[in-house]
């Protein structure tokens, strides 16, 4: 039988519980709490218990599984097994239990019991790396989006087109992203691994309107037809977070939208060394909103020309 490994982790947060339960509770908040998480979502859900799937990264490597919870309210914890884990991990669950310390603070253990998928010491000692990793930034990032407010809360913001087209050939430009440095012209370099069917590593270069070169780094979940979602990794200065999503509907009538949506958080610790002297949360998420909306809205007019029949932009010679 493999070996069982038990792990516990625990942080002490400066916000009520009945908050801090309610972040871990709410699993679709997850990409937005949790550095390590790119997607979550609930599948189904019956009274207290629910079938949830994470999209990760563990290691540095992107993973996907879907996990069985049950939340107890009364006693703040959510339990959690995952139904189907991926190599090298045969099985793992825990809880996150959380116990009430004020009305304004209250501590937060979360435990983890796993096993390896065979019997190679080297993979059981692999998870528990991961494991460890992962719980410690996860309750540090709940601890700190548990205590944010006011201009430190993430912002969202779209851009919507219309496309006379179909939403495979929309979805085909914006998946297929190797070919972004011929198609778009802020894009200069791609580098994409895809070792799982739909869920894609994208490195990229991308030039500011100063011509500033920047490099972000970002795991994708893929959907044919209809959308893909993101989680940047490595980011530009001015952020702490950035989610995105590609969204592809159907038109009543024919064509299809597509929107672009953005959720981010700025770093006030770089506002002045990005921005100036004297620049504000407000200045500082106009920018990032001006910069991010810019290159969507170009990307969005490349994949409207593309499914038209345009050409898809600048092609390569």
Not at 88 to 95: E, S
Not at 242 to 248: A, D, F, S
Request: charged residues 25%; contains cysteine; negative net charge.
């Amino acid at each position: 039988m493999s070996t069982v490994r038990e792990t516990e982790h625990e942080i002490k947060v400066e916000a009520p519980a009945e908050r801090v339960y309610a972040l871990i509770a709410d699993v679709g908040r997850w990409p937005e709490v949790f550095p390590p998480t790119v997607h979550a979502e609930c599948v189904e859900r019956e009274g207290n218990d629910e079938l949830i799937r994470l999209w990760a990264t563990a290691n540095g490597a992107a993973k996907t599984w879907t996990s069985r919870r049950r939340h107890d309210p009364e006693r703040m914890s959510v339990s959690f097994r995952q139904e189907r884990s991926h190599h090298p991990v045969g099985g793992m669950g825990g809880t996150w239990v959380v116990e009430r310390v004020s009305e304004s603070a209250c501590r937060v253990r979360l435990l983890h019991d796993f096993f390896a998928a065979g019997d190679d010491p080297a993979d059981l000692d692999w998870i528990s790396r991961a494991v460890d990793r992962n719980s410690g930034a996860e309750l540090d990032a709940l601890k700190a989006s548990a205590e944010l407010s006011g201009p430190d809360q993430a912002v969202t913001f779209e851009d919507t087109v219309t496309v006379d087209g179909s939403a495979k050939d929309v979805y085909d430009f914006i998946n297929e992203a190797r070919l972004w440095p011929q198609r778009l012209p802020h894009v200069s370099r791609v580098a994409l691994e895809e070792e799982t069917p739909g869920l894609q590593i994208l490195e990229m270069d991308t030039s500011g309107g100063d011509g500033s070169v920047h490099t972000t780094r970002s795991v994708r979940v893929c959907r044919p037809y209809s959308s893909i979602v993101y989680k940047q990794g490595v980011l530009p200065a001015l952020l702490s977070l950035h989610l995105g999503e590609w969204v592809i509907e159907e038109r009543e009538g024919a064509g299809v939208s597509v929107t672009s949506r953005h959720t981010v958080r700025v770093d006030p610790a770089r506002i002045a060394d990005v921005l100036g002297p004297g620049a504000d949360a407000p200045a500082a998420y106009e920018a990032a909103r001006k910069a991010l909306s810019g290159n969507s809205l170009i990307t969005l007019r490349a994949a409207k020309a593309h499914a038209e029949g345009a050409g898809g932009g600048r092609e390569a010679s």
